[in-house]
């Protein structure tokens, strides 16, 4: 009897992990997706779901650090690669940081505003993916680790076009930040590089 109930628990437990697993994979596919989305209140939707589920995989007791750390990992290069991706307003940069329109939007205060709203908004995302990611790369002492240290992160060619806060973090694997611009605060002070760490041919 007792061998039949650790079966049947056995089977209970695998079950469940199989439904988690498919959950996790339709909410990683929508995330995605909406990612992709063209309002940035879901752009951000998506970006939130994407970092619960690297929090749910590390804490999934079904499978082992590795398979952990996997399953953490595509995710992960989802955010990195949403950093990388290229915004067209970026290139305006300088005219949407004046208060008052200059360069292409002389006389254009309509579309000055737009444009500085949809960069503003953009920013919010991005940030936010920043965010996330740095709070989860320290740990509760001083130079330990975070959650999310273990993870490998490429940032290269990356135009950063809001403030970098990524101070006082711990890397255990490779991250990379070579070929990026930064078009306003970059602060890494601080921070514990256990592997490699580029940050050549940047612009500051």
């Not at 988690?20 to 995330?31: F, G, L, Q």
């Not at 990611?133 to 993870?151: K, V």
């Not at 990379?176 to 500051?204: E, K, R, V």
Request: proline residues 4%; contains cysteine.
């Amino acid at each position: 009897q007792a061998e039949v109930l650790k079966e049947q628990i056995r089977q209970f437990d695998e079950n469940a992990f199989k439904e988690r697993k498919a959950e996790r994979r339709e909410r990683y596919t929508k995330a995605v997706e909406q990612l992709g989305d063209e309002k940035a209140p879901i752009r951000m939707g998506g970006v939130y779901t994407l970092v619960g589920l690297v929090d749910e995989w590390l804490e999934e007791e079904n499978l082992s650090d590795p398979e952990r750390l996997k399953e953490g990992q595509v995710i992960i290069n989802n955010l990195c690669a949403y950093i990388r991706s290229p915004f067209t307003l970026t290139s305006h940069y300088n005219e949407l940081s004046n208060p008052t329109p200059k360069g292409i939007y002389k006389d254009k205060k309509e579309k000055f505003y737009a444009d500085k709203a949809t960069l503003d908004s953009e920013s919010d995302v991005r940030l936010s993916i920043i965010k996330e990611i740095h709070d989860r790369l320290q740990g509760p002492e001083e130079n330990t680790p975070g959650t999310w240290s273990d993870f490998e992160y490429d940032f290269s060619g990356s135009v950063f076009f809001y403030p970098v806060d990524l101070t006082k973090s711990y890397y255990t694997k490779p991250i990379n930040f070579s070929g990026s611009t930064y078009q306003a605060l970059a602060d890494f002070t601080g921070s514990t590089y256990q592997a490699l760490a580029y940050f050549t041919g940047s612009t500051y």
